[in-house]
């Protein structure tokens, strides 16, 4: 079965640049998050989304930001990278945004920033 | 500040012992409290969710309000269990999420 599926698998940016991350969530799911994971630390939550809506923030700057589409697909963009932002990027679907909901997670993007 | 704490960065046992994975939080309200699994090269996957009060795999978990703790159990500990766990909390209020910092498992044959 098809997965939380993100894009691009990888990438590398230099400070200052502006990053998009992608997320499609398995079908039938209505609610995307995305959460940073710094090396050797837990995932820590940066946004959820629901029917299109934003539903929860985490203490993250301005320079985060998110939408989600029609389609429930999500992206997840950061301007004036710092080498701080150098992390893994994780999205989970979810169906709804009940406080017990179980999380599916997509593997990740890994983002290096030089 | 700190919602989630895991005490233990790396824990070894051997197999066929019984295991504990520490977890314990911070929060005022009544929380959700999830226990969540990484094998090796493979994605996050929940384990279990103290709402459902199920035994996953041979692990249970028992939310304990008076010492705000949601440890991790297994009696025979498995090859197969070593990956990195991790706690998490969901808010019952504005959907927050947080995830300790994961306790590597290691299950010695």
């Known amino acids: 079965d098809a997965g939380v599926t993100q894009s691009p698998t990888h990438l590398i940016k230099t400070r200052g640049q502006h990053v998009t991350l992608r997320c499609s969530p398995i079908s039938g799911h209505k609610s995307v998050s995305w959460y940073q994971q710094v090396l050797g630390q837990g995932p820590q939550f940066i946004f959820q989304?629901?029917?299109?809506?934003?539903?929860g923030r985490g203490n993250f700057p301005d320079r985060f930001s998110a939408r989600q589409f029609p389609n429930y697909s999500s992206e997840l963009n950061v301007n004036a990278l710092l080498l701080g932002d150098s992390a893994l990027y994780l999205c989970?679907?979810?169906?709804?945004?009940?406080?017990?909901?179980?999380?599916?997670f997509g593997s990740g993007t890994p983002l290096s920033v030089l | 500040a700190q919602r989630v704490t895991q005490p233990e960065k790396l824990l070894s046992v051997f197999k066929g012992a019984p295991v504990e994975l520490k977890c314990n939080y911070s929060y005022s309200g009544s929380p959700e409290l999830f226990w969540y699994v990484q094998y090796s090269r493979q994605r996050l996957q929940l384990l279990l969710r103290?709402?459902s009060r199920e035994s996953i795999k041979g692990f249970t978990a028992d939310l304990n309000k008076g010492e705000t703790s949601f440890h991790l159990k297994k009696p025979f500990a498995q090859e197969e269990d070593s990956a990195m766990y991790y706690c998490a909390l969901s808010e019952n209020t504005g959907n927050q999420f947080y995830f300790g910092t994961g306790t590597s498992l290691t299950v010695i044959p």
């Open positions: 103290h709402i």
């Open positions: 989304y629901y029917e299109k809506e934003e539903r």
């Open positions: 989970a679907s979810s169906v709804g945004v009940a406080t017990n909901e179980k999380l599916f």
